[in-house]
């Protein structure tokens, strides 16, 4: 199962000022900006100042999540990943740079500024405060004019080498750490690590959306685990095992695909397997769709947005069938999917003899608000 929910508030902070007018960024807001930016800016060829990322995930999304841990809906031994989306080709990126994702350990508020506000919009959090409510006095951070309180715990770190600046990076003890209870939940912040944040070697100027996008690019916190009951034994009852040899072309139709799906729905998607070209004979019966199974861990699937052709959920060890006496299938939540999108679902088979085969056969389906 690849689960996923989206950012409660995000936003970016600068500690540097303008190198035209000497104004400071460091109490600007940038709260309802489309993208987040991690950058470290040089003038005249010398290091000026860096920006960073805060991304909090303690919403409604979150407090259900951790429910759904606690009454072991999803195992312990899950696994949690950061996915934030490259927004737009990104400048003078260097071949290698190393990403740092660490727990804040104060609250904040994401503002409404955005980086064209003029005159500045400082209400909400900047790298000086962590909130500046309208009316209100400033509330700054514990660390003062050094940027977000960091925790020294849980960091997570993920490295580059000429590759998408799309960030995938585990934060699986950061995520228990808040489940547990063991530190608060007031998000994380992504920069440049440790001292690529402020020496003199350019890294580049990283955009990525923020959950103001208006496309399907949002960060998102993707939870991981394996949910799949094994294709063995008595789960698959009187069911013939296809042909995995290598030798023989198979074929997957599904059972009972729906054209629309609700947002709440947690679905069980059903599919039959079958030779794709079948030998008759008069002493034989032949393969049906209603009598063959994929063996275990022989098929998996993946959904992909069919607009943008985005992969929203990869093939991957935690995408193997399921089977039961029915047939194969596999259970998906759609309640963090996009609604009024069509998705499609798309299946991979992997032979006795390395061989792999992508079956897409057009299943598609739209989730309604």
């Known amino acids: 199962m690849h689960h996923f929910i989206f950012p409660s508030q995000d936003t970016w902070i600068s500690s540097g000022s303008s190198i035209i007018t000497g104004e400071s960024f460091k109490d600007q807001n940038f709260g309802r900006d489309q993208i987040l930016e991690v950058k ?5 060829s010398s290091f000026n100042y860096p920006t960073r990322a805060l991304v909090n995930f303690s919403g409604t999304e979150f407090t259900e999540l951790s429910k759904s841990v606690a009454d072991g809906t999803i195992p312990s031994s899950a696994k949690y990943y950061l996915r934030l989306y490259e927004a737009e080709g990104n400048a003078e990126l260097t071949e290698e740079y190393k990403l740092a994702i660490q727990p804040i350990s104060e609250s904040w508020t994401e503002g409404t500024g955005k ?9 909400g959090c900047s790298w000086e405060n962590r909130s500046n409510p309208i009316g209100g006095s400033e509330i700054s951070w514990v660390t003062g004019s050094n940027g977000p309180s960091i925790l020294n715990v849980s960091q997570s770190e993920q490295s580059f080498t000429n590759q998408s600046p799309d960030v995938e990076v585990e934060v699986t003890n950061m995520v228990n750490m808040w489940i547990n209870g063991e530190k608060e939940n007031y998000g994380m912040v992504v920069r440049f690590s440790g001292s ?7 890294f580049g100027h990283l955009k990525f959306f923020s959950r103001n ?4 690019f949002s960060p998102r916190l993707e939870v991981r685990w394996d949910d799949h009951l094994p294709c063995t034994g008595s789960n698959t009852g009187s069911l013939n095992q296809i042909t995995s040899s290598g030798l023989v072309n198979n074929d997957i139709n599904m059972i009972g695909l729906k054209e629309f799906y609700r947002e709440s729905d947690k679905v069980k998607f059903r599919l039959k397997a079958r030779e794709k070209f079948v030998k008759k004979t008069f002493s034989t019966s032949y393969q049906t769709a209603t009598g063959s199974y994929i063996p275990e861990k022989s098929g998996s699937y993946s959904i992909k ?10 093939f991957s060890d935690y995408t193997f069938l399921s089977c039961d006496s029915k047939s194969n299938y596999f259970i998906q939540w759609l309640n963090t999917f996009e609604p009024d999108r ?12 390395g061989q792999e085969e992508i079956i897409d056969n057009d299943f598609e389906f739209k989730i309604k608000r």
């Open 115 to 123: 980086n064209e506000d003029n005159p500045k919009n400082t209400n």
């Open 305 to 314: 947005d069919v607009a943008s052709d985005e992969t929203i959920v990869p």
């Open 213 to 216: 996008t208006h496309t399907i």
């Open 196 to 202: 690529q944040e402020t020496d003199e070697t350019t």
């Open 342 to 353: 069509v998705y499609k679902i798309i299946y991979k088979l992997k032979y006795d003899d």
């Open 40 to 44: 470290k800016e040089f003038y005249n």
